[in-house]
């Protein structure tokens, strides 16, 4: 069995350990002549008890309910979260409402994302770029969003993205019968072969997928994708993340201390400035 931070046994197991520290420190402490344990035993007492109840707290109830620290391992969130980066995830405030559009999620990897690196299990922290009901579509590095309910077309100032060099330089993306669809450019301007989760689609089908209208985000789903566009393993190569995936919403950095921040304020996000409504077609 292994053993994790989300693991019941093991948070129990480490509580038990603390309170049974603290009664061999009290059974073996010196007594004085009135048989009370000794002032400094005593204190030694008191503190497992607090570290007990302060323990207890934070792994019953501010870890499953509230708050959870997360640690960044790669770079597929550049330039927004940097690898190192320690950040506080909110686990309440998804259970109070769902998550919104560009809201940084940490969640639970897909079926269809687990491979030899990805175990199930991992948890993937992305950016919520589709909410159920969305059109969400990328031309060649620009995001489209027809949002739910609406028939306007935004086109979208993505201050927090970047795209490498060093790589493909860039992908078009498209829902269409409940599938993703992507894309990545050879060249620029040179768009590959449609692929699903990375297979190409067969050649009868690539015209038909680049002549289909982008269709919504499905009830029950959310659409990921890294800042690091052409550096993520996300949602244009594997699909959508069902919404019970979801653990919490990332909220603040605290480490290292240069990078104190507010995660909206590290991705640049300003309600006036984030969205540019544009007269232009969906394709």
């Not at 201050?159 to 620029?188: A, F, N």
């Not at 982008?214 to 800042?227: H, S, W, Y």
Request: aromatic share 10%; glycine share 6%.
């Amino acid at each position: 069995m292994s053993f994790s931070m989300d693991s019941w046994l093991w948070k129990i197991a480490l509580v038990v350990a603390i309170v049974g520290v603290r009664e061999f420190v009290r059974l073996l402490s010196p007594k004085d002549v009135q048989g009370e344990t000794h002032e400094n035993s005593r204190w030694a007492v008191e503190t497992l008890d607090s570290a007990a109840i302060a323990i207890g707290l934070v792994l019953f109830i501010i870890q499953p309910f509230l708050l959870q620290a997360f640690y960044i391992p790669s770079g597929s969130m550049e330039d927004t979260l940097q690898v190192r980066d320690r950040l506080l995830v909110s686990k309440l405030i998804y259970r109070l409402r769902n998550p919104r559009f560009q809201d940084v999620v940490v969640f639970r990897v897909p079926p269809a994302a687990l491979n030899a690196n990805t175990p199930p299990g991992t948890d993937f922290i992305k950016r919520c770029i589709g909410t159920p009901g969305d059109i969400v579509y990328v031309q060649d590095r620009q995001l489209y969003r027809i949002p739910a309910g609406s028939d306007r077309v935004e086109k979208i100032q993505e201050k927090y993205t970047k795209w490498s060099e060093d790589g493909r330089p860039s992908y078009d993306m498209k829902i269409s019968g409940g599938v993703v669809y992507s894309r990545e450019y050879d060249l620029p301007g040179q768009p590959g072969v449609w692929a699903v989760n990375g297979m190409a689609q067969p050649e009868d089908q690539q015209q038909i997928i680049t002549d289909a209208k982008p269709e919504a985000v499905p009830a029950g789903k959310l659409l990921m994708l890294g800042d690091h566009r052409n550096n993520s393993n996300d949602g244009h190569v594997w699909g959508f993340v069902p919404r019970e995936n979801v653990v919490g919403k990332a909220i603040f950095v605290f480490w290292p201390p240069n990078r104190l921040s507010l995660i909206d304020k590290l991705s640049q996000l300003n309600d006036s400035q984030a969205i540019r409504t544009a007269s232009v077609t969906a394709q």
